[in-house]
């Protein structure tokens, strides 16, 4: 599952390291930051680029999912009625019975 947001860039010029794990992983997946997995540099304007030196919080803001609301517009695009999609496409969805593969388009 994917999330875009928006992050209040409001500290001192610098790096910073942005984590995530999640819940479960398919496959091999670790559940840990080893080597940099599950994260990302945040690097300011003007800072060097280092790898920052900050540590995993011991009590981390965890993600709740009924706190996520949309920034603005939180509509969904298009007339509410029928045919009142913003865009429409028409998909040619199809399966390998032998594969148990699907195929779109």
Known sequence: QRYSLVV???QK????????LPSAGQGNLPLNYNGGINSAILRYNGAP?????TSQKIHPKLLVES???PL???AAPGAPKHGGADVSINL???IDLTTF???MN
């Open 8 to 10: 209040n860039a409001n």
């Open 13 to 20: 010029v610098g790096n910073y390291r942005i984590r995530a």
């Open 49 to 53: 680029s280092v790898d920052p030196i």
């Open 67 to 69: 706190e996520l609301h």
């Open 72 to 74: 603005d517009n939180p």
């Open 92 to 94: 040619d969805i199809g």
């Open 101 to 103: 593969q699907y195929s």
